[in-house]
């Protein structure tokens, strides 16, 4: 079965300092992988996805992540923290389904606090 | 171009009760999906609808059940409910079961 697992429960950055969040995956076949941020009392938002093709994604809101088939990873970056990033943020791995579809997996969630 | 909606935003339910939550999908999608989200959690996948059929559930008992309208909306029904039903439901459309939008989400409490 997949699974995700994101290491770190709480991540404290100040702003401008540069960011990592990690993301360990395990699937057996091509994963599908996600990132999502959720603000508090939010839903969620999709930030970037990898799907095939080159291994560094780039999303919205300055945000990277690259895919490590090697160390089944797909760590999220970004070079400078702003205080408005402060959420919860979710990786996810979609498991391939009948007719196209995905049905995504999620991890715990990493939370991001940011001091000024 | 309005995103996916939820209603209600929050309820207050008894144990043994029954709730029905609503989902408007974002427009020109035909697939909604349903999720728990338990506090300190991610969400959990629910089910799926896609042409007014479930596709595809997860480990959810019974007790939850849905449906999908001819307009694309959904609901989810939760029968018999217990206190470990309290969680943020969070409602995702796509188009032909691809990538998901999210919807804000319903908070449930159960009393």
């Known amino acids: 079965a997949q699974s995700v697992t994101q290491p770190d429960i709480h991540i404290t950055v100040s702003e401008g300092a540069s960011l990592e969040l990690r993301c360990n995956y395990s699937y057996g076949a091509t994963p599908y992988l996600f990132w999502y941020v959720q603000s508090p009392g939010q839903g969620l938002q999709l930030l970037l996805k990898y799907f095939s093709g080159d291994t560094l994604v780039q999303g919205i809101k300055g945000f990277e992540a690259e895919f490590k088939r090697s160390q089944s990873s797909f760590n999220l970056r970004k070079p400078s923290v702003h205080w408005s990033d402060a959420a919860e943020y979710f990786c996810a791995v979609g498991m391939h389904a009948s007719g196209g579809s995905y049905i995504p997996t999620f991890g715990r969630g990493t939370s991001l606090i940011v001091h000024p | 171009d309005a995103g996916v909606t939820q209603s209600p935003t929050h309820l207050i339910k008894t144990r043994g009760q029954q709730v029905t939550l609503r989902c408007s999908p974002k427009s020109g999608h035909d697939t909604v999906s349903w999720y728990q989200q338990a506090l300190g959690q991610g969400p959990q996948f629910i089910f799926q609808?896609?042409?007014?059929?479930?596709?595809q559930r997860g480990n959810f008992p019974d007790r939850f059940s849905g449906h999908q309208f001819p307009n694309y909306s959904s609901e989810l029904n939760v029968n018999a409910l217990l206190l470990g039903d309290s969680a943020l439901y969070l409602c995702a459309s796509s188009l032909n079961r691809r990538e998901q939008y999210f919807g804000p989400g319903t908070r449930l409490t159960v009393t």
């Open positions: 609808y896609y042409e007014e059929e479930e596709r």
